[in-house]
């Protein structure tokens, strides 16, 4: 059982994550240390391209523009959305058929990385101080930040809207860091490492540890910070897989609250 005092959870609730507090980002890190990072890696070539182009031509609906989608495509390292699997339901790409791509358009955006500027979408002066190899960790660091704190988790689903799992998030990375060292169902994880919840109603086929998967873990996972595994090689696809820590969790995240643990 974990004990956490009431003022504990305040202070990891209320953490900004830059100031000195219960919560501090590595932001020293290098690129080859931050490779399972899938948010920096991709992250970064798209920041490049912007970069040599002096933008991204936008369409009238504010989205990448065609040519630029496809060439992501070909060019992104990232499980589940590979080329050749999507391909399998697109014949063409534009940007929300292509989740990860439209996920960074957004993320870039209010990490205060980008702008759009006369349409097109160009690099801020803080993106292009980050975009060199030497502030990888620092880059990092601010595309997490501003993933848990300013972006809308809930932007690339479509399930019923609810704060609680972001507002939260500082309390559930600490406890993650406490018990996601063997692999845990969604299920566990959930009841472990969250406050209770008031959700909207959700679809009776949508259980709540799948929000929490796809609203936190997958993010997570994304970063480089949790791995998932099968629970066996001939698991249906439908069921939910475990989760656990990656070393880069405890290299990248440092807690400065103790918890009784027993």
Do not use: C
């Amino acid at each position: 059982m974990i004990r956490v005092s009431h003022d504990q959870i305040l202070a990891l609730l209320d953490a900004d994550w830059r100031s000195p507090g219960p919560i501090s980002l590595n932001r020293s890190l290098t690129l080859d240390e931050l490779s399972g990072s899938l948010v920096l890696r991709n992250g970064r070539r798209v920041m490049a391209q912007m970069e040599a182009d002096n933008g991204i031509k936008l369409t009238a609906a504010g989205n990448f523009n065609r040519k630029f989608v496809e060439q992501m495509v070909r060019e992104f390292d990232w499980p589940g959305f590979k080329e050749a699997f999507m391909r399998r339901y697109h014949k063409v790409f534009n940007e929300p058929d292509f989740v990860p791509l439209n996920y960074l358009h957004v993320l870039i955006g209010v990490a205060g990385l980008g702008r759009r500027y006369r349409g097109r979408f160009r690099l801020t002066r803080l993106g292009r101080s980050l975009l060199a190899p030497e502030a990888a960790g620092e880059l990092n660091a601010v595309l997490f930040e501003a993933t848990f704190h300013r972006y809308n988790l809930a932007y690339l689903d479509r399930y019923p809207e609810t704060a609680a799992l972001q507002q939260q998030i500082g309390l559930t990375l600490f406890l993650l860091g406490l018990v996601a060292n063997e692999a845990r169902s969604p299920k566990d994880l959930l009841a472990m490492t969250t406050l209770p919840i008031d959700t909207p109603p959700l679809p009776d086929w949508v259980p709540p540890e799948s929000v929490y998967g796809i609203r936190v873990l997958r993010y997570l996972e994304w970063f480089g910070l949790l791995e998932r595994r099968r629970k066996a090689a001939n698991d249906e696809l439908r069921e939910d897989p475990d989760y656990r820590k990656t070393p880069l969790f405890e290299r990248f995240l440092s807690f400065h609250v103790e918890a009784q643990i027993s």
